[in-house]
């Protein structure tokens, strides 16, 4: 039995990799544009967060909601944090998971990856598979992704009134560079 | 089962269970960001609650254009259609010149009256890295009477005509479907009928917001007079009605028992009563252009 509880502490220990490499995002933005029949609205954030586990190849990114900026009128971005996103009860969208492929981080080079992961907007997760570009070099980690949310998946509704001035489907991107987190 | 496949599923699920706990922990790390100033928005739907100001203002570079009716009171009976055949208007229009200063003019068809207002609102409820428990404004108008002298024998003054009305305005968001302002407010008025009636009227004035749902809200007001400032007959202007808002516009639809919608004849010159039906159906359209597009980083 000794044994036993042994192989599992080792199992545990094993799975734990006490010195992870850390990157965090020292500048990042997430940009989104709706293109609707009637309206185009685009809106950007500068503060993205993140963090890449370059050991696990584990990831996530968090923004909040409310840092968005842009759209046609101030009125549309507080309808956009009262009415759609409720901001207040859903402060961050994330997306966190794992990197698919296996690449080598020590590596300089450019690598389109596949990051995995739970995609939370407005409170509903999905899981999304979505294409990424990494730039490695110079001590930093490049993240460029650009990809679409469905609305409906996220449960934000549209009235009828104003189907022809939002779009279904939301166009993000993601910009960001990473450097090694400093404790 | 041996007890080897036992070690094998203890460590698949420690390795599995750690790998998940991993992806929340980056999660987690993330979530230990300093702490902002988050600002209490969208108390109110629009920057009148409805006849008074709410603590609201207008944002930078936007236009709100409105446009009010209260029609005659309900009392006038079928012959009138309960008041419809009546209308009382004002127009309008507010401007932000920044995101706490805003100005706005008007005219109303009730004694022809000119009004303009400066507002400003110089403290926003705010939680977390700086907590502020109101939202607070001041407010300033000045409305002009224009109707022909009673009298263009006598010696008239162009003062006369003159009104002033200085509001503080203080309110809370309560929470995300109630809010609620007190308002201390001052009308002055230049010229009053009888030695009897006082030239400043002193009155607090509150008004409460309901979020029915996220497009319509329930609102009501009343203004209550300190007494012994007005003849016999004058009285509190009680008003309920609903928010709707779709897009650009905010569609206010109530009920008041005060004909005049500004500061002036709010305060002092409402006489009908809620209690034999002298109570006036009336709407508030409020249609915001951007004059001045936000930027996109």
New interface residues.
């Given amino acids: 039995m000794n044994f036993?509880w042994t192989?599992?502490l080792i199992?545990?220990t094993?799975?734990?990799l006490p010195d992870?490499k850390l990157y965090e995002v020292n500048e990042g933005?997430v940009y989104f544009r709706s293109y609707a029949p009637l309206e185009l609205i685009?809106?950007?954030?500068?503060e993205l967060?993140?963090?890449i586990?370059t050991e696990?190849r584990?990831?996530?990114?968090?923004v909040?909601m409310?840092s968005f900026?842009?759209?046609?009128?101030?009125?549309q971005?507080?309808?956009f944090?009262?009415?759609y996103m409720e901001s207040?009860q859903y402060p961050n969208a994330?997306f966190?998971?794992?990197i698919i492929e296996n690449i080598d981080f020590t590596k300089d080079g450019l690598y389109t990856v596949r990051a995995k992961?739970q995609l939370n907007v407005h409170g509903i997760k999905r899981e999304r598979i979505i294409r990424s570009e990494l730039q490695v070099g110079e001590g930093q980690i490049e993240v460029r992704a650009d990809f679409t949310v469905l609305l409906a998946e996220h449960d934000i509704s549209i009235?009828k009134?104003?189907h022809q001035?939002i779009a279904e489907e939301i166009a993000v991107e993601i910009r960001a560079v990473f450097l090694p987190k400093t404790p | 089962m041996s007890k080897f496949s036992l070690f094998l599923l203890l460590f698949t699920l420690s390795s599995g269970a750690v790998l998940y706990a991993q992806e929340d922990d980056l999660l987690a790390l993330l979530g230990e960001e300093e702490e902002t100033i988050e600002y209490a928005n969208a108390s109110f739907k629009t920057n009148r609650v409805i006849n008074l100001h709410s603590l609201e203002s207008t944002s930078a570079g936007v236009l709100d254009i409105k446009i009010s009716h209260r029609f005659g009171t309900l009392n006038r009976g079928a012959y009138e259609l309960f008041g419809l055949d009546n209308a009382s208007i004002r127009i309008g229009g507010d401007y932000g010149i920044t995101d706490q200063l805003t100005v706005g003019l008007g005219r109303s068809s009730y004694q022809k009256t000119f009004d303009g207002f400066v507002k400003y609102k110089f403290l926003r409820q705010s939680k977390g890295k700086k907590v502020m428990p109101v939202t607070a404004a001041i407010l300033a108008t000045t409305a002009i009477q224009s109707m022909k002298w009673q009298n263009p024998d006598r010696e008239n003054y162009f003062s006369s005509r003159m009104y002033y009305t200085f509001q503080l305005i203080l309110g809370r968001k309560f929470s995300e479907n109630f809010s609620l302002q007190v308002s201390p407010t001052v009308v002055h008025r230049n010229l009053v009928k009888t030695a009897a009636e006082a030239h400043d009227v002193y009155a607090i004035a509150a008004a409460g917001r309901i979020k029915l749902t996220k497009r319509v809200a329930l609102n009501a007001e009343y203004t209550y007079v300190l007494p012994d400032q007005l003849l016999p007959g004058f009285r509190n202007a009680l008003s309920v009605g609903f928010d709707i808002e779709t897009g650009g516009h905010v569609f206010q639809l109530h009920f008041t028992n005060s004909t005049s919608m500004i500061e002036p004849g709010l305060v002092t010159q409402t006489v009908e009563t809620w209690g034999n039906g002298g109570i006036h159906f009336g709407f508030n359209v409020s249609r915001v252009f951007t004059v001045v597009r936000p930027k996109i980083q």
Avoid: Y
Wanted: aromatic share 8%; hydrophobic share 30%; charged share 20%.
């Fill in positions: 036993t192989i599992a199992g545990l094993f799975g734990q992870a933005s685009e809106a950007s954030s500068t967060k993140g963090l586990n696990e584990t990831f996530a990114f968090s909040p409310s900026e842009g759209f046609n009128s101030p009125l971005r507080v309808h944090n009262e009415n207040k994330t966190s998971g794992k992961g009235p009134i104003v001035k």
